[in-house]
């Protein structure tokens, strides 16, 4: 038990705001991680916290679709990535992404309209 306490308090620690916020989307399903067939290759897709609840296409470590990405990462270089990629990490990694399985063609349109 005490091992969580220092790991959840390190991950807080390295991505603050973002960590709380990514942890309510992981908590409440709104991580799909989108597979290609038969490549295997995937994206996933994110539900937004705004009211409008967008979902926002990404790849944990390089890509994320949303404002925050480029403003607060790419831009301003102060956060190591935004809430939906690190939501993405953490589903992938605790296995709560929804999984959904297309084909690849289908994948290729969606990574088009990118």
Known sequence: MEKCRVNSFSLHFLFGKNFERATRIVDQR?????????????????????????????????????????????????????KHQLAARLASVLGTCVDVAVSDEELALLLVKL
């Open 30 to 82: 709104g991580v799909k991680r989108i597979s290609g067939e038969p490549s295997g290759r995937c994206i996933f897709q994110v539900v937004g916290e705004s009211r409008r609840k967008e979902d926002y296409f990404c790849f944990p470590e390089h890509y994320c679709a949303c404002y925050s990405f480029f403003y607060d990462t790419v831009n301003r270089g102060e956060q190591l990535c935004c």
